[in-house]
């Protein structure tokens, strides 16, 4: 077939060579437009190329592919060199940049001053959509509200507080403290890594889908759902780290093997773990519609906290979970008239919907607290004064209180912890769950420092830079000092533009209390317990982090169990 048939622009009285000709025309245009952009930065300090250095159409890239193992401290060394904390990197097969800051004002700015101007982006949003949908951390405007009116609510209940102790204590007593138990009876070297990240799964999928799924078993069985879901979390971040347009291309040079394993064209491998995802919530949500379905209305308004809009009533075994509260939240749920259960009918969330906003709950709740914790303990034998500290704070509230820590703490005693709070504070300050966070500016803007944004730019406040700046935290910046956040004995807490770690104005994260209860119950109970972590042979070292989505350690942590 000749090449005419599919072009056939000849028989139009268009030549060959005159297509060529403007084809060539056209691509000359571009790289002159891309060269122009990028020689184009004047002496505006506000436009002026401050960070890595960039190359017509590459871009920055070519830096960006160098320092993939260490991107947060490369950032970081721009960043603290940068007189307002804050640079621009040009993006590859763009004439926008990636402007990245470490100055609470500009944090201000982008997260409450001028929040409509900055949402996640169409561009973020894609590239996160396979694992997390249409999900509150993936979606803007009024999808966004309408999911954070729902999740405010349940996130704001008495009765879910004393929920998550009862998960945290039951999880803590029956797994973990045996696991540690038993791998010092062994002697064996564990990873306390994915011992914090198996025990933050199975509490949260209990919490959020009423399932267990006995990943801190003392055997550490294989968990498919649990596995697919940390290569998807991987596989997701390579998919946002590039420009959707080079993206595209080493995807495809990727698939016929003319690039290395950098794995961002394994499309289908991220299409099968999330199948995987999808297979085990979907039929998750089916089962709970059905139990709930067959369930009579008095039995609804006996036995499930979801009529009760003050968050008074009693939690049962197994149906107080997120996902029936969500499959459940109507502001008519008590009426009887037939119209009425019509309407609630039509506006039944979807499963789609609800696998949504499980996937992201899931993500929020398990990895942000389990590599907190893991950071935490990494920096605590560093730190003996630290530990001892703690450890009189959580026996003198014991002693107070007639108990011992078999008895487990109540949140009562949790909020008393101020020296607990402070310390797993000052640890995510050096060591954020989330890194860095960014958004899209939807119009032309400029930053309270004079940085200039343009319509598209991505813009990422570097939460890991941060809590790494001088101006922001001392000298000492890179000490780890409990004492930085009390004051005569109390803690408290820095101003969330400074401290972005939960985020800040109206995306400031719902679960921030959640996962402080969870993390001061474990470390409280792990440092009242006979059981210490004692890490291998240079572990003590700084460890190498992975490319995914949260601050993961790339090798994991790995110890031993010893008795004190």
Same mark, same amino acid.
């Given at each position: 077939?000749?090449?005419? $048939?599919?072009?056939?622009?000849?028989?139009?009285?268009?030549?060959?060579?005159?297509?060529?000709?403007?084809?060539?025309?056209?691509?000359m245009?571009? +790289?002159?437009?891309?060269?122009?952009?990028?020689?184009?930065?004047?002496?505006?300090?506000?436009?002026?190329?401050?960070?890595?250095?960039?190359?017509?159409?590459?871009?920055?890239?070519?830096?960006?592919?160098?320092?993939?193992?260490?991107?947060? &401290?490369?950032?970081?060394?721009?960043?603290?060199?940068?007189?307002?904390?804050?640079?621009?990197?040009?993006r590859?097969?763009?004439?926008?940049?990636?402007?990245?800051?470490?100055?609470?004002?500009?944090?201000? !700015?982008?997260?409450?001053?001028?929040?409509?101007?900055?949402?996640?982006?169409?561009?973020?949003?894609?590239?996160?959509?396979?694992?997390?949908?249409?999900? #509150?951390?993936?979606?803007?405007?009024?999808?966004? *509200?309408?999911?954070?009116?729902?999740?405010?609510?349940?996130?704001?209940t008495?009765?879910?507080?004393?929920?998550?102790?009862?998960? +945290?204590?039951?999880?803590?007593?029956?797994?973990?403290?045996?696991?540690?138990?038993?791998?010092? &009876?062994?002697?064996?070297?564990?990873?306390?890594?994915?011992?914090?990240?198996?025990?933050?799964?199975?509490? %949260?999928?209990?919490?959020?889908?009423?399932?267990?799924?006995? =990943?801190?078993d003392?055997?550490?069985?294989?968990?498919?759902?649990?596995?697919?879901?940390?290569?998807?979390?991987?596989?997701?971040?390579?998919?946002?780290? @590039?420009? $959707?347009?080079?993206?595209?291309?080493v995807? #495809?040079?990727?698939?016929?093997?003319?690039?290395?394993?950098?794995?961002?064209?394994?499309?289908?491998k991220?299409?099968? !773990?999330?199948q995987? %995802?999808?297979?085990?919530?979907?039929?998750?949500i089916?089962?709970?519609?059905?139990?709930?379905?067959?369930?009579?209305?008095?039995?609804?308004?006996?036995?499930?906290?979801?009529?009760?809009?003050?968050?008074?009533?009693?939690?049962? $075994?197994?149906?107080?979970?997120?996902?029936?509260?969500?499959?459940?939240?109507?502001?008519?749920?008590?009426?009887?008239?037939?119209?009425?259960? $019509?309407?609630?009918?039509?506006?039944?969330?979807?499963?789609?919907?609800?696998?949504?906003?499980?996937?992201?709950?899931? %993500?929020?709740?398990?990895?942000?607290?389990?590599?907190?914790?893991?950071?935490?303990? /990494?920096?605590?034998?560093?730190?003996?004064?630290?530990?001892?500290?703690i450890?009189?704070?959580?026996?003198?509230? @014991?002693?107070?209180?007639?108990?011992?820590?078999?008895?487990?703490?109540?949140?009562?005693?949790?909020?008393?912890?101020?020296?607990?709070?402070?310390?797993?504070?000052?640890?995510?300050?050096?060591?954020?769950? +989330?890194?860095?966070?960014?958004?899209?500016? @939807?119009?032309?803007?400029?930053?309270?420092?004079?940085?200039?944004?343009? *319509?598209?730019?991505?813009?990422?406040?570097? =939460?890991? &830079?941060?809590?790494?700046?001088?101006?922001? /935290?001392?000298?000492? =910046?890179?000490?780890?000092?409990?004492?930085?956040?009390? !004051?005569?004995?109390?803690?408290?807490?820095?101003?969330?533009?400074?401290?972005?770690?939960?985020?800040?104005?109206?995306?400031?994260?719902?679960g921030?209390?959640?996962?402080?209860?969870?993390m *001061?119950?474990?470390?409280?109970?792990? %440092?009242?317990?006979?059981?210490?972590?004692?890490?291998?042979?240079?572990?003590?070292?700084?460890?190498?982090?992975?490319?995914?989505?949260?601050?993961?350690?790339?090798?994991?942590?790995?110890?031993?169990?010893?008795?004190?």
């Amino acid at each position: 077939m000749r090449l005419e $048939q599919w072009f056939p622009y000849g028989s139009h009285g268009v030549s060959w060579p005159s297509v060529g000709s403007a084809l060539l025309v056209m691509l000359m245009g571009s +790289v002159i437009y891309f060269i122009w952009n990028w020689a184009s930065d004047s002496g505006d300090f506000g436009r002026r190329r401050r960070g890595p250095k960039s190359y017509p159409i590459l871009g920055a890239q070519i830096e960006i592919s160098k320092n993939l193992n260490n991107l947060y &401290a490369w950032a970081t060394s721009y960043l603290e060199k940068d007189p307002t904390h804050t640079i621009r990197v040009r993006r590859p097969l763009s004439s926008s940049y990636v402007v990245i800051t470490a100055n609470p004002e500009n944090v201000e !700015h982008m997260l409450k001053t001028n929040f409509d101007n900055y949402p996640k982006g169409a561009t973020v949003l894609e590239g996160l959509r396979p694992l997390l949908g249409h999900g #509150i951390f993936n979606a803007d405007g009024d999808m966004w *509200k309408s999911q954070r009116k729902v999740a405010s609510h349940e996130f704001s209940t008495r009765t879910l507080r004393d929920f998550v102790v009862e998960f +945290v204590h039951n999880e803590t007593h029956e797994r973990l403290l045996p696991v540690l138990a038993e791998a010092h &009876a062994d002697g064996r070297v564990i990873d306390i890594q994915d011992v914090f990240l198996r025990f933050a799964f199975d509490n %949260i999928c209990l919490l959020g889908f009423g399932y267990d799924l006995g =990943c801190l078993d003392p055997s550490f069985p294989e968990v498919e759902f649990a596995n697919a879901f940390d290569e998807a979390m991987v596989l997701t971040f390579k998919r946002v780290l @590039l420009p $959707q347009s080079l993206y595209t291309i080493v995807s #495809i040079l990727a698939r016929f093997g003319l690039v290395g394993d950098f794995g961002i064209g394994a499309e289908s491998k991220l299409v099968q !773990h999330v199948q995987i %995802i999808d297979k085990f919530a979907l039929a998750l949500i089916q089962k709970r519609r059905e139990e709930l379905q067959s369930r009579t209305e008095d039995d609804d308004k006996s036995e499930l906290d979801i009529a009760d809009r003050k968050g008074t009533s009693k939690f049962s $075994q197994g149906q107080s979970d997120l996902l029936s509260r969500f499959i459940q939240f109507d502001d008519e749920v008590n009426a009887h008239d037939d119209e009425a259960e $019509q309407k609630r009918k039509d506006r039944a969330p979807s499963d789609k919907y609800l696998r949504d906003i499980l996937i992201n709950f899931v %993500i929020a709740g398990r990895d942000t607290s389990s590599l907190a914790l893991t950071w935490f303990f /990494w920096l605590l034998p560093q730190y003996p004064g630290v530990e001892q500290a703690i450890e009189a704070e959580v026996t003198s509230i @014991l002693r107070a209180k007639g108990k011992t820590a078999a008895d487990g703490f109540d949140f009562d005693d949790l909020k008393e912890m101020h020296y607990v709070q402070a310390a797993i504070t000052e640890s995510m300050r050096l060591y954020p769950p +989330v890194p860095t966070d960014s958004k899209t500016a @939807l119009a032309d803007d400029r930053f309270p420092d004079g940085t200039v944004i343009g *319509k598209g730019d991505r813009v990422v406040f570097h =939460c890991y &830079a941060m809590g790494r700046m001088q101006d922001l /935290w001392g000298p000492d =910046c890179l000490e780890f000092k409990p004492e930085r956040f009390l !004051h005569d004995g109390k803690f408290v807490p820095a101003s969330s533009f400074k401290y972005p770690i939960f985020q800040a104005g109206p995306r400031i994260c719902m679960g921030k209390e959640m996962a402080y209860t969870q993390m *001061k119950y474990i470390i409280a109970s792990v %440092i009242s317990s006979p059981y210490r972590f004692k890490l291998s042979p240079g572990a003590e070292k700084l460890p190498a982090s992975g490319l995914s989505l949260t601050f993961k350690m790339r090798h994991g942590l790995k110890g031993t169990v010893h008795k004190v």
